[in-house]
């Protein structure tokens, strides 16, 4: 798989694996040896960029922690991968974040972090949600002092507007911005100019809309108890029927590439920029495998520009 920049410097796979679904959001956690094979897997297939936070534990009550299947998958790799893990935020029963980013929480949860993934640093330190009462430039003095000592190579900011990631960066570099952004949801492109000025990479989570974008679900789909899918109207038949057009619109540039639906998805949003880093996120060994194939696939900066007309006709802005 090629290789891309973020930042000051930290080189990753042109696709990363973003490890969230493995044990949270889509039900009960998955076969802790099943996604084990696919992380290791995935290093033989290319990847080398791995994707978890400290609040992905499993909502089946097994308290099946993320960091731990990374970090356990992960550790024959160690020297050949990058981790990216985030802190910063709990989340609140009834919904929504609880924020806490004083000093001496940041470093306790990049401990509890750390030994989980069985490391002695972290590639790329996220704030996972910005606290809209605090300070970013005290948050970035601390990742500053992290980075001197070892303990993390490179910090970024996850959903973010431009005037923090301006704030953060002028504090302490910022390697890289983590934000939505697919066919569908497409709010983040406002960002590009602001991240190319400060040389700083984009990675962007939920690249196929949650697994829209496959073009593998219909109104027949059903999800498993627990899966947030179940309760979005994204999938619901008339949510399908909204967005259908996307969808024949990258099946049929797929047929024309000889290509799958997620990998015209991904390929697309890759082409924008060369620091662009999609992560999309599995539970299926095929899917990593084709997510991960988009070598293969070219789209010219022409067919680029003609998707971009076509969604922007079609209203994709935002719309999942």
Same mark, same amino acid.
């Given at each position: /798989?090629?290789?891309? !920049?973020? &930042?000051? =410097?930290?080189?990753?796979?042109?696709?990363?694996?973003?490890?969230?679904? /493995? *044990?949270? $959001?889509? &039900?009960?956690?998955? #076969?802790?040896?099943? /996604? $084990?094979?696919?992380?290791?897997?995935?290093?033989?297939?290319? %990847? *080398?960029?791995? #994707? *978890?936070?400290?609040? %992905?534990?499993?909502? #089946?009550?097994?308290d099946e922690h993320n960091e731990d299947l990374v970090g356990a998958a992960l550790k024959p790799y160690r020297n050949q991968v990058k981790i990216a $893990?985030?802190?910063?935020?709990?989340?609140?029963?009834? =919904?929504?974040?609880? %924020? #806490? $980013?004083?000093?001496?929480? !940041?470093?306790?949860?990049?401990?509890?972090?750390?030994?989980?993934?069985?490391t002695d640093h972290v590639d790329l330190y996220y704030l996972h949600r910005y606290d809209p009462e605090g300070h970013i430039e005290d948050v970035a003095e601390v990742m500053g002092q992290l980075i001197k000592e070892g303990k993390i190579l490179h910090w970024g900011l996850s959903t973010v507007t431009e005037d923090v990631i301006r704030c953060a960066h002028a504090a302490c570099p910022v390697t890289a911005i983590q934000n939505i952004y697919s066919m569908l949801e497409r709010d983040t492109e406002s960002l590009l100019p602001v991240l190319e000025e400060l040389h700083i990479g984009l990675v962007t989570h939920c690249p196929l809309a949650k697994g829209f974008l496959t073009a593998a679900y219909d109104k027949h789909s059903i999800f498993p108890e627990g899966d947030w899918r179940g309760r979005m109207e994204?999938? *619901?038949? &008339? &949510? !399908?029927q909204k967005r259908q057009a996307v969808l024949d619109l990258i099946q049929s540039k797929a047929r024309e590439k000889n290509a799958t639906p997620a990998q015209i998805s991904l390929v697309w949003l890759m082409g924008k920029k060369p620091w662009i880093v999609p992560i999309p996120g599995t539970r299926k060994m095929e899917r990593m495998i084709e997510n991960g194939g988009e070598a293969e696939v070219h789209l010219t900066e022409g067919e680029i520009a003609e998707i971009d007309r076509a969604l922007d006709d079609l209203g994709c802005t935002g719309m999942a």
């Amino acid at each position: /798989m090629e290789k891309r !920049i973020l &930042g000051n =410097g930290l080189e990753v796979s042109a696709v990363g694996l973003g490890c969230m679904g /493995m *044990t949270h $959001t889509f &039900g009960a956690a998955a #076969d802790k040896q099943e /996604m $084990t094979r696919i992380i290791q897997a995935a290093v033989e297939h290319g %990847y *080398t960029f791995f #994707d *978890t936070a400290e609040v %992905y534990v499993s909502d #089946d009550g097994s308290d099946e922690h993320n960091e731990d299947l990374v970090g356990a998958a992960l550790k024959p790799y160690r020297n050949q991968v990058k981790i990216a $893990t985030k802190f910063g935020i709990a989340f609140k029963p009834s =919904g929504g974040f609880i %924020y #806490d $980013t004083r000093p001496e929480k !940041i470093r306790a949860s990049l401990e509890a972090s750390l030994r989980r993934l069985q490391t002695d640093h972290v590639d790329l330190y996220y704030l996972h949600r910005y606290d809209p009462e605090g300070h970013i430039e005290d948050v970035a003095e601390v990742m500053g002092q992290l980075i001197k000592e070892g303990k993390i190579l490179h910090w970024g900011l996850s959903t973010v507007t431009e005037d923090v990631i301006r704030c953060a960066h002028a504090a302490c570099p910022v390697t890289a911005i983590q934000n939505i952004y697919s066919m569908l949801e497409r709010d983040t492109e406002s960002l590009l100019p602001v991240l190319e000025e400060l040389h700083i990479g984009l990675v962007t989570h939920c690249p196929l809309a949650k697994g829209f974008l496959t073009a593998a679900y219909d109104k027949h789909s059903i999800f498993p108890e627990g899966d947030w899918r179940g309760r979005m109207e994204l999938f *619901t038949e &008339g &949510g !399908i029927q909204k967005r259908q057009a996307v969808l024949d619109l990258i099946q049929s540039k797929a047929r024309e590439k000889n290509a799958t639906p997620a990998q015209i998805s991904l390929v697309w949003l890759m082409g924008k920029k060369p620091w662009i880093v999609p992560i999309p996120g599995t539970r299926k060994m095929e899917r990593m495998i084709e997510n991960g194939g988009e070598a293969e696939v070219h789209l010219t900066e022409g067919e680029i520009a003609e998707i971009d007309r076509a969604l922007d006709d079609l209203g994709c802005t935002g719309m999942a």
